[in-house]
């Protein structure tokens, strides 16, 4: 059962306790908890059967070759999941109760944006009206983040005339203005266009 030690021994180990831990919060708490349940229970299910499946297969295979490979898929494993998950973040602080971002130029390319961790990146930018590479637009990975402050949020995204360009553009506005449109904008967004 435990003979050869191989890595996944090792983590089917870890995921025991974890799961014997798991059970024990869950039952003696008056509040489920359902949240840590429905992350380490499956987690340590699909750990335990790939205990089964190595123990099968460590009969068949040389210890050397099996162990190296073990350590190889749980090292590629964890980098490809954060690869997925990993996210490219615009940080936006403003005074206004309101910004516009206006994917129009070749200002603040992904290359602008800073290294955060592994995989992610980030941009800071203070100002209301934000100007974007037009590659950005169709990317999944871009998050805009509001300011902390902003609790009731309107969104909304289109395409607009700017300086005789077809512009994509994404309006983000709190309470104060929820119902402010591209088009009552437009004077500004068209003088801040043409200084840049």
């Given at each position: ?6 890595p ?25 908890s359902?949240?840590l ?7 340590s299910?699909f ?6 499946v ?23 494993v ?5 690869y997925s ?9 403003t ?16 290359t602008?944006f ?8 980030e ?7 934000i ?12 998050r ?11 969104y909304?995204?289109?395409?607009i ?35 840049r």
């Open positions: 059962m435990l003979f050869p030690v191989t996944v021994v090792v983590l089917a180990g870890m995921f025991f306790f974890i799961f014997i831990w798991t059970l024990i919060e869950i039952f003696s708490t008056t509040q489920a359902s949240f349940a429905a992350i380490a229970v499956p987690i299910l750990v335990f059967v790939l205990y089964g190595e123990r099968f297969i460590v009969r068949k295979i040389n210890y050397r070759i099996l162990f190296i490979g073990e350590l190889v898929l749980l090292l590629i964890p980098i490809s999941f954060y998950v990993s996210m490219i973040d615009l940080n936006v602080t005074e206004k109760s309101y910004f516009v971002v206006l994917f129009v130029s070749k200002k603040n390319p992904l602008d800073k290294r955060k961790g592994l995989f992610e990146k941009l800071s930018v203070s100002d209301h009206i100007h974007l590479d037009s590659s950005l637009y169709n990317n999944e990975d871009l805009i983040r509001v300011p902390e402050n902003w609790r009731e949020i309107s909304s995204n289109g395409e005339m700017l300086s005789g360009k077809l512009t994509r553009y994404r309006l983000y506005s709190t309470e104060e203005n929820l119902n402010i449109t591209v088009d009552e904008l437009l004077g500004e967004l068209e003088k801040e266009t043409l200084e």
